[in-house]
């Protein structure tokens, strides 16, 4: 069992920066893909970003290429995700999540915090 406690969200103008936090307990969190999800307003969850265990390797949705940074630190049990240029549309309720067998899909994720808000003004 892991637990996971997500931090960092809020109300930013359009072109600003925050950085979200994944706090987990529990098992070995440095075993765990990290993956961020969000989910807007009458939309379905969506894949933002994941991390290999090791944080060798990262994988990004397409619309957060290039403005959004995932990270961890496996000896804090926390991983990060830095949110830059933020837009609009960028607005949801953000989730961590781990997991053991998977890297892009919601469905392969073992673990999920409760989610904290992100809204972006125009």
């Known amino acids: 069992q892991v637990s996971l406690v997500e931090s960092g969200g809020g109300l930013v103008q359009a072109g600003g920066s925050l950085r979200l936090s994944c706090a987990a307990s529990?098992?070995?969190?440095?075993?765990?893909?990290l993956g961020w999800f969000r989910q807007a307003p009458g939309s379905d969850r969506e894949f933002v970003a994941a991390?290999?265990?090791?944080?060798?390797?990262?994988t990004y949705t397409d619309s957060v290429k290039g403005r959004f940074t995932i990270s961890r630190d496996n000896a804090r049990n926390t991983g990060y995700l830095q949110m830059n240029s933020l837009k609009p549309e960028d607005t949801a309720v953000y989730y961590c999540a781990v997991s053991s067998t998977g890297w892009t899909t919601s469905r392969a994720y073992n673990y999920w915090g409760q989610g904290t808000q992100v809204t972006v003004s125009s």
């Open positions: 529990g098992r070995t969190f440095s075993s765990y893909v």
């Open positions: 991390i290999t265990w090791s944080g060798d390797g990262t």
